[in-house]
C-alpha cells in the first residue's frame, strides 16, 4: 500500500496560520497529524515500509503520537 504526505493551512486560536500534515492511503486518510512535517513523513515511509494494513493505520499513527517519536 502506498502513503502520501499532505498539507491542510489550519487557524489556531489566536487567529495563526499553521500548517498541518495528514497521510492518506486508497481507501483513506489521517488529517493534522502534526506541524512537524518531517515527522509525518517519517511516519509514513514506516507505514509504507511495514505494510501496515489498514485497519492498523489509526492505531499506529496514535501510538507514535502518544509515544512522541517513531519506533526505532
Known amino acids: 500500500m502506498n502513503f502520501w504526505v ?37 511516519l509514513a515511509n514506516l507505514l509504507y515500509v511495514e505494510q501496515v494494513d489498514a485497519c492498523h493505520i489509526h492505531n499506529v499513527i496514535e501510538d507514535c503520537l502518544a509515544a512522541g517519536a517513531l519506533p526505532v
Open 6 to 42: 499532505f498539507c491542510e493551512m489550519k487557524r489556531d486560536e489566536q487567529g495563526q496560520d499553521y500548517p498541518a500534515y495528514g497521510i492518506a492511503w486508497e481507501g483513506g486518510q489521517q488529517p493534522d497529524i502534526s506541524d512537524d512535517e518531517a515527522f509525518v513523513e517519517d
